[in-house]
């Protein structure tokens, strides 16, 4: 990620991934409802929130994460290579034989 990030790595342990998303969200006016649902966190907001309506939508999550910077945006595409079990579809070396 340092090599990603360069100076805009944050200097605290990854787990700040989440607050810093969060902020980020906030402070680009996403709802606080939005962003929590987003994270997977339940709303400690009114009833109406945390009962009687379901999580944001995908297209509504999607027009959120618009405000949130691509990480990412500077590393090289490369194309997918598959482990070998993988593409032919086989179970892993380590997996162990099922029952019969």
């Known amino acids: ?3 990603a990030l360069g100076k805009n790595m ?5 787990h700040a991934l989440r607050h810093g998303m969060a902020d980020t969200l906030k402070q ?3 709802s ?3 962003i929590d649902d987003i994270s997977g966190r339940l709303s ?3 009833e109406t929130n945390t009962r009687y309506t379901n999580p944001a939508g995908l297209p ?3 027009e ?3 405000h949130y910077p691509v990480i990412t945006a500077g590393i090289e595409r490369k194309p997918l290579q598959l482990l ?3 593409e032919n579809r086989q179970p892993p070396p380590w997996a162990r034989e099922g029952k019969k």
């Open 10 to 14: 944050w200097s605290r342990a990854i």
């Open 60 to 62: 509504l999550m999607r």
């Open 32 to 34: 606080t409802e939005v």
């Open 44 to 46: 400690e907001g009114s």
């Open 1 to 3: 990620m340092q090599a």
């Open 84 to 86: 070998p079990w993988v």
């Open 28 to 30: 680009a006016g996403v």
């Open 64 to 66: 959120a994460l618009k």
